[in-house]
């Protein structure tokens, strides 16, 4: 069974600290990996990631993939309130482009 | 341009009864899909549906589940007969064709409670 695992689970931090979040997977056929913040409401797309050792950034956020070792991490800088979250990481594998296997999420605090 | 739209937001249903939840996908989307969020779990994949046509079911349960997306009308997950096991967060995502990246967006989920 395909799996992923996201570290740590929690995490608190104070606003302006660098927060990295990671995510490993066990899967079959490999497709791609993707990011999501979840707040209160529905998870929002971050990044998707399909080649190895290609960043992707958006602001402050950024994400890299490294297949060899079967792990994404996602970088937050500057951390602000605002970017409280549960940040969920899902994998694209196996023979159909749709399904994804989600990790369970890192719940992001940032304290002012 | 409104997003995906699940209703209702809070569904609170006794032991045996029926919960029906409802997907409205973003507009010109035509692909549905249905995901469990248990307590403490991450995102299960339950079902991809098509416009009248259930694509794969592979993550949903054989029995009091089902899904259907017609013609015309919104997407509708059906619970027959809720046990406390199906409290959860069910989302549903849309898309314009069957890939789960940039073009898949999730709704803001129900949030069933069997009492």
């Known amino acids: 069974e395909d799996k992923v695992v996201q570290s740590p689970l929690s995490l608190v931090v104070h606003e302006g600290d660098t927060v990295t979040l990671n995510c490993s997977y066990e899967v079959t056929n490999f497709r791609s990996l993707l990011w999501y913040k979840q707040e209160k409401k529905a998870p929002t797309f971050l990044f998707m990631l399909?080649?190895?050792?290609i960043e992707k950034k958006s602001g402050r956020l950024s994400s890299i993939l490294d297949k060899k070792e079967l792990s994404s991490i996602l970088n937050i800088t500057a951390t602000q309130t605002g970017d409280s979250a549960i940040y969920l990481c899902a994998v694209n594998s196996g023979g159909s482009n749709y399904k994804l296997t989600f990790g369970k999420g890192t719940l992001l605090t940032v304290n002012p | 341009n409104a997003g995906v739209m699940q209703n209702p937001r809070h569904l609170v249903r006794r032991r045996g009864q029926e919960a029906r939840l409802r997907c409205s996908p973003m507009k010109g989307h035509s692909h549905v899909y249905w995901y469990r969020q248990l307590p403490e779990e991450g995102l299960k994949f339950m079902v991809y549906?098509?416009?009248?046509?259930?694509?794969?079911e592979s993550g949903m349960p054989k029995e009091r589940f089902s899904a259907e997306f017609p013609k015309e009308g919104p997407s509708i997950l059906r619970i027959q007969q809720v046990v406390r096991g199906d409290s959860a967060a069910y989302f549903c995502?849309?898309?314009?064709?069957?890939?789960?990246?940039?073009?898949?967006?999730f709704g803001q989920g129900t949030r069933l409670t069997v009492v």
């Open positions: 549906l098509q416009k009248e046509n259930i694509i794969d």
């Open positions: 995502a849309s898309s314009p064709n069957g890939t789960p990246n940039t073009e898949a967006f």
């Open positions: 399909t080649s190895s050792g």
